[in-house]
């Protein structure tokens, strides 16, 4: 296995692992992790495939839709949308109200929702990838 495909293969799995990670948080009823390790996987996915199509190392960005332009793929409207919320879900700041503010976002519908369309949107982007 070449280094490249060690790449890949790592940001495959990291990605399988925190979709396991999310779905565990959204049963413990923590909804604002669960969110966030949704992103996680999305963003780990996106970049294994930056790193299949480019065959370099992936930029350092959590931009959702910045990774998905470099990968280039075709998204539907609704996809990079969605992209774009869930970028929302890695909260880099340090500033608590902003933090405590997306706490309250994350009812339990809300996270449901955006577990759906994570699970979704990351069976679909495992599809992406070259068949070996």
């Not at 959702?64 to 539907?76: H, M, Y």
């Not at 500033?95 to 706490?103: G, L, R, S, T």
Request: contains cysteine.
């Amino acid at each position: 296995m070449s280094n490249l495909e060690k790449q890949i293969d790592f940001w495959k799995k990291s990605a399988e692992n925190d979709w396991k990670t999310a779905r565990i948080l959204f049963e413990s009823k923590r909804y604002d992790a669960c969110l966030f390790f949704c992103h996680l996987t999305l963003e780990k996915c996106l970049k294994g495939l930056v790193t299949e199509k480019t065959k370099k190392a992936v930029p350092y960005t959590h931009d959702l839709e910045k990774l998905a332009i470099v990968a280039g793929l075709k998204f539907s409207d609704v996809q990079f949308e969605n992209l774009r919320v869930i970028t929302k879900f890695n909260i880099s700041a340090r500033y608590e109200n902003i933090k405590f503010d997306f706490y309250k976002t994350c009812t339990a519908s809300y996270a449901n929702d955006y577990l759906d369309i994570s699970h979704k949107l990351f069976l679909w982007l495992k599809k992406q990838y070259r068949k070996k």
